[in-house]
């Protein structure tokens, strides 16, 4: 049934696209010709319309080809919208271009502008309403995918675990098969692996998730062969997927897949490239606009307690390169600065330096960090060597972080993990980051820093864990 309501829902959201993509374009030409002052008719509208019978097979296909007429029940919102926008920018340079060379220069280029910001805003819209209205759907039980899991060991527990946790995904486990029953699972059991093709045809699952035991393994491939006679989707969870990424890619080897467990978007020197150039022009801004605060501290440090206005400290930066990071001095002169967290409540602050704090002023140096290239504007908070030691052996993929530039505010940090909160915690949230970087994820990590009422992070906050 799912597959039905599926194809479906489909189909309702690419004619619903279409119907958004043509209507706003007529709705663009009355906006710049009959509500804006100065409009001067060049080009009828029938000719609008003409031109929006191409916008909008072009935005469909464009949209299709970037995956966002697939299930999204796996999706982030942040993804689908990202993709959104990626095509319709695509589809605008790609008419710009088209009217600059057949030399097409009466069509109204505000009327094309508005028409660019009605339909990206009403098709962001659509898709967050359609996302709520199917969250809520699936929580009450509907539109469910019904699922078969085979194995009951750690993978496969922690596979059911999210599902069910997460309702507003609209998976249903039907039941599990394994060599033997499971006494500690709430879940029926419904035979053993020589039985699947039996029970594929009697329950028609729409999905078989195959989370199996390294002792298990050598039945993959009659699970293989009994999915593909059944017709039904299999999905594999490894026994080492802990250890994995959530988005490996494969290179092909002259037809042999190589799986390459961890995925780092900044390996691609035009990513790199890109995100480099963002810090090098978000650096110099912020050192001009806040060069009065940075003299206004300077000042105040100096004044408020003996020692040097900037305190340097040695932290570990990408590739593990030592390198140090520049604050305005907030303590006294003290021999713990390279072994002790700093605390909400410290008794080494100055009265200065807690207002510092207080606004994240002492911060404020690390652009220069970021100028010079030890730094970025966003990416995992750098450690003191002595933490970096302590913590490589202790914390799994904690040295992952170091594959990044890192950056003055992170993903990590605007969800609460700074100072003394969890360490453990803090990493998935830098791996997160590091595995899932794009552009607009800095800038939307810059904005959420600004909007949550400070420009740098101040390392005391505390907030509860929200996965991103």
Not at 78 to 97: F, G, K, Y
Not at 322 to 351: H, I, L
Not at 446 to 463: A, D, H, P
């Amino acid at each position: 049934m799912i597959k039905e309501n599926q194809a479906l829902l489909n189909r309702i959201h690419i004619l619903s696209d279409g119907a958004i993509v043509y209507l706003t374009l007529p709705a663009a030409f009355w906006i710049r010709f009959y509500i804006l002052p100065d409009g001067i008719i060049t080009v009828p509208l029938s000719r609008y319309l003409i031109l929006g019978v191409f916008l909008t097979v072009l935005q469909l296909f464009a949209c299709a080809a970037l995956g966002l007429y697939r299930s999204f029940r796996r999706t982030r919102l942040r993804r689908e919208l990202s993709r959104l926008w990626l095509a319709s920018a695509l589809v605008m340079a790609l008419l710009l271009s088209f009217l600059f060379v057949q030399r097409y220069i009466d069509f109204s280029r505000l009327t094309l502008a508005i028409y660019f910001v009605l339909n990206v805003g009403t098709l962001t819209c659509k898709r967050i309403l359609l996302r709520r209205l199917l969250r809520g759907f699936r929580q009450m039980g509907h539109n469910q995918k019904h699922v078969l899991i085979l194995g009951s060991g750690r993978m496969a527990r922690a596979y059911l675990e999210k599902v069910q946790a997460d309702r507003e995904l609209g998976y249903h486990a039907d039941g599990y098969v394994a060599a033997r029953r499971a006494e500690t699972w709430d879940l029926p059991y419904l035979g053993g692996f020589e039985s699947l093709l039996s029970l594929l045809e009697g329950y028609r699952p729409d999905e078989v998730v195959s989370a199996i035991e390294p002792e298990d393994y050598q039945r993959t491939p009659q699970i293989i062969e009994d999915c593909e006679k059944a017709g039904v989707k299999l999905s594999i969870i490894p026994f080492y997927a802990q250890y994995m990424s959530s988005n490996p890619y494969f290179d092909d080897l002259d037809g042999i897949p190589l799986m390459n467990i961890r995925r780092i978007p900044l390996d691609n020197w035009a990513h790199a490239f890109s995100k480099r150039a963002l810090d090098i022009a978000g650096s110099l801004a912020l050192i001009v606009l806040t060069s009065p605060l940075m003299l206004f501290c300077a000042v105040g440090v100096k004044l408020s307690s003996p020692g040097p206005v900037l305190f340097r400290q040695k932290r570990i930066g990408r590739n593990k390169e030592p390198f140090y990071m520049y604050k305005f001095r907030s303590m006294r002169v003290n021999d713990g600065q390279d072994t002790r967290w700093s605390a909400d409540r410290d008794e080494r602050k100055t009265a200065f330096g807690a207002l510092m704090r207080k606004c994240s002023l002492d911060e404020l140096p690390q652009f220069f960090n970021v100028l010079k290239g030890e730094m970025s504007l966003v990416g995992p908070r750098p450690e003191i060597p002595f933490y970096v030691e302590r913590f490589k052996e202790d914390i799994p993929l904690y040295m992952v972080k170091h594959q990044v530039r890192p950056g003055i505010t992170g993903w990590a940090q605007v969800n609460g993990l700074r100072g003394d909160t969890s360490i453990k915690a803090r990493i998935e949230y830098d791996v997160y980051y590091i595995e899932h970087w794009s552009l607009l994820f800095d800038i939307e990590i810059l904005l959420t820093t600004v909007f949550k009422g400070k420009f740098l992070n101040s390392e005391v906050v505390r907030m509860p864990v929200r996965k991103g």
